[in-house]
């Protein structure tokens, strides 16, 4: 416990003074395991006479997730990447972070980051889109402010687990090139750049070999490429074996429950691997050495006194437990909610809504706007959900508390009948149509309709209805439409032509409504981008079976780089939304593009001039052009900025490409390499719009790993 020796000196000091039983206590769940101690995920008791503190663990990466009480549900992971804003990010993380201390948790299982390479999986609405670099920027964001506080993020889930069907066992092959510069960046990032403190080893296999088994991933490229010395924590249930997963680069094993077995009729320790007598039985066997052993724990408790674990103590106890620590934290969700918020559409600035004489009747339609319906879609569902979420303000309560200040009347249906739906939106003068499609782990998504959720603590489960023809039907009925999509991933809008406006909050978190609302009055813009590409239809967005959701239980992505944007590129297809895509309250131009290369960076300035009558915030992107000998997609993702500009405002900005923006990487040589040549920068407001154009000549260089 002397604070004046590094985390490295203190571990080696414990680690030594440990006993053997000692040691194995720290690398599996203690019992009662799961939702059972304190509503957490999982925990290791601590060791008093070691001063060794309770590890305990929860999710996830919207709030303090599980069977918690009294937290804040944030807008979910997809919603904080369409933010594309760093600072903000953190704030969120931060606020996440300090609300998991205040409950007694010290383990935060998140951010989860896994690329959403199909619009279906179930989970896309807990990670960060489709491009690697905005994932890593976001993921780096949000672990920074989970670890601004005596808490401990989770990278996860380690790797290449991007769908939920059959996420238990299949086997997902792809080149090592496509895993260094499309599944893996985030991952990366996450331990060089926020110096993530754990990485959840994955349900899947990868080339062959589980996840948390599989050397190449929890040793090769984790620790010895990228320098990762926190500790590998598995996904609940997620180990297949005991010496193999501990000598890949397993640490510590996690899971939900554990059986009786033979062995441990009584313990209940059945459904381990990293028990007492299995691990004994491999170090009396030689399969597993005391070197090793050692190192496991040590990866443990070092990490715990890096990030201050022992310094600043949590308890979990009643008290703890019945504390609500949400009340503070929501003007950040409120802000953080209408900064996600992506404005699809505005037809003649409909929106922000105008002060008007008499106020105007604004006729609120949908199950999803009001207290149930919003309570459903307040996230998505299983691990990431909070099983009992505090007060949702639904959009009906949100607009109605806004309206009632701006003179407005409101009206509200919730759509179960349609005939009443479309009365409404005709007799009124604006309709507000909001429509949730539920997603969850555990299931990926049927289609890219809009199936509502209903859910019971963390599961959920879609209704077999469809809120399509709803939308439809209000968008005829009153040319003076919002249409507000609580949606995890990407939706078809076979009605959007006769969309006034549409709005895609995502799952906004508890303070919905009021952001909401804050966004059609003007209070705060709409400041979302789109962290993925909105296909037209299931058609553009189909994939081989044998590529998703994989044949004979392998998943073969022969897909390669061409994931998301790169594929619409490559395949020159037109999307509904590309990638990047927003709109605001105000518009931007873009000029003076400078291309300076500054040693092993490039420089890219422009100046950015708001056109319009409001202050707002822009989002120039870079997009570089690879040389076409390198194989590489047509155009990627390598910096941006946000930028906040008062109406007629302009400023010259500067966003610094790294060399790893030029680089991609050899499996030849086995590390990454700049070939020499042209690179081509496109800069704009998203994936397809470039008002600037430059290049730049780049000599070859070999980086580092
Ligand atoms: C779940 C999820 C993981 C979560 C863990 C603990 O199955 O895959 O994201 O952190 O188990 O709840």
Known sequence: MDKSKSPEKRADALVAAMSLDQKL?????????WFLYYGTAGHITGIDELC??????SDAGSGVAGLQYGTTTFPSGVAQASTWDPQLQRTIGRTIGAEAHAKGINVMLAPGMNIARTPYNGRNFEYFGEDPYLASQTAVSVIKGIQDNPVIADAKHYALNNQEIDRMTVDVRAKERVMREIYLPAFEASVKKADVGSVMCSYNKVGGKYACENPTLLTDYLRDDWGFDGFVVSDWGAVHSTAP?????????????????????????????????????ALADGSLSRARLDEMVHNIVRTM????????????????????VSTPHQAVARRAAAAATVMLKNRDGLLPLPKVAGGRTIAVIGWAAGPIGAMNSVSGGGSSRTGLPGRVVSPLEGITAQALENGDRVVYVDGSSQADAVAAAAAADLAVVVANDGSSEGADRPDLGLHPGICVTIFCQNLPIDQTDLIAAVTQANPDNVVVLDIGAPVKMPWLDRAGAVLVPWYAGLQHGNALADVLYGKAEPGGRLPQTFPVDEAQASFPAAQYPGVGGVAKYSDGLLVGYRAYDAHQRTPLFPFG???????????????RPRGRTVKVSLVVRNTGSRAGAAVPQVYVGFPKKTGEPKRQLKGFRK???????????????SPRAFAHWSTKRDSWVIEEGRYKLFVGPDSRTFPLKGAVRLPRTLLAK
């Open 305 to 324: 006194f890096r990030h201050g674990l022992f310094d600043h103590r949590t308890d979990q106890n009643a008290a703890t437990y019945t504390s609500d």
């Open 245 to 281: 997963s501990a000598n890949a680069g397993l640490d510590l094993e996690m899971h939900a429950f554990a059986m009786p077995t033979p062995a441990t009729p009584v313990t209940g320790t059945g459904g381990r691997f990293f028990d007492a007598p299995q691990l004994k039985a």
């Open 581 to 595: 895509f927003g709109l605001g309250y105000t518009t931007f131009d873009y000029r003076g593009l400078k291309v």
């Open 52 to 57: 060794i503190p309770d590890l305990v663990l």
């Open 643 to 657: 930028v906040r500009l008062d109406a007629g405002e302009s400023r010259r900005i500067t966003i610094r490409l």
């Open 25 to 33: 206590h720290m690398l599996t769940f203690s019992d009662p395991p």
